[in-house]
């Protein structure tokens, strides 16, 4: 799971969140994070997520929207005991803060 999320964090450390700081580019891919586990507890279906998603206002700015494809199906591959027990968001962030 860590070398994959490595992955993602990696990609994500792109052109397009580069405006922002590391910490702060890192603090909001770890709330989309955050937001595509908590569908995933909500049951919505994959394919829906980003609409969910979107309906809820997210507080981050408009171009971290792109993440939501990309760590969607990373967490609905995540068993649920993972979904309901561990806190992705925070563990996005930490290996985000690595790269």
């Known amino acids: ?4 999320l490595a992955l993602f964090a990696a990609v994500l450390a792109s052109p397009v969140f580069a405006a922002d700081s590391k910490d702060v580019s890192c603090g909001y891919q770890a709330d989309v994070v955050a937001a595509v586990q908590q569908a995933r507890k909500d049951r919505v279906k994959e394919a829906d997520v980003a609409e969910a998603i ?16 990309l760590v ?3 967490v609905y591959e995540q068993k649920m ?5 561990e806190d992705l968001g925070a563990a996005w962030k930490e290996l985000c803060l690595q790269q």
């Open 81 to 85: 005991k993972v979904i309901r027990k």
């Open 72 to 74: 969607t199906p990373w």
């Open 54 to 69: 979107a309906a809820t206002d997210p507080a981050w700015p408009e171009n971290y929207n792109a993440a939501i494809p």
């Open 1 to 4: 799971m860590k070398l994959r």
